[in-house]
């Protein structure tokens, strides 16, 4: 996607503004996929499996959601509530996730991916295909995964 020079300075921002949270976040080059559908209890199944989510830094959609709009940068539309306004923003929060879950990977953070299983990639990753900057390949980097039930 093509965003305009302004739009793409602030999502640069927001990626430099939330990798900030990484600054004490072990570089032991781990990973965690929670993934699941949508209002799955990722994270209580992180604590079930005795995964100290503390230990890495979280990176999902949803925290880049919630970032963007403290910026104001969500389109207010009439006649649709926040949260809708939320899903026009949607392809640009997974672009900067995915930027962020870069730079984290790059410099060898311990990463918690929270996914939501609506893309085929995801399901690839979370079906045991390697994932993103060698997570998952014999040799490479170390990953857990977890499938928590639907609410």
Not at 13 to 35: K, M, S, W
Not at 96 to 114: F, H, M, P, S, Y
Request: proline share 9%; charged share 20%; aromatic share 4%.
């Amino acid at each position: 996607m093509i965003w305009l020079p302004d739009r793409s300075r602030h999502q640069r921002r927001i990626v430099a503004a939330l990798y900030e949270l990484a600054a004490d976040v072990p570089c032991g080059r781990r990973a965690v996929f929670a993934g699941g559908p949508r209002g799955a209890d990722k994270l209580g199944v992180l604590a079930q499996t005795g995964i100290d989510a503390s230990g890495y830094f979280p990176v999902s959609i949803d925290l880049v959601l919630a970032e963007t709009a403290r910026r104001s940068m969500i389109p207010v539309v009439a006649r649709l509530s926040p949260l809708d306004g939320a899903d026009l923003v949607n392809g640009e929060a997974q672009h900067v996730a995915k930027r962020l879950t870069a730079r984290a990977i790059a410099d060898g953070r311990d990463v918690l991916l929270d996914l939501t299983m609506g893309q085929p990639a995801i399901c690839a990753v979370l079906a045991g295909e390697p994932g993103p900057g060698g997570l998952g390949r014999p040799g490479g980097r170390s990953a857990h995964k977890l499938l928590p039930t639907p609410p």
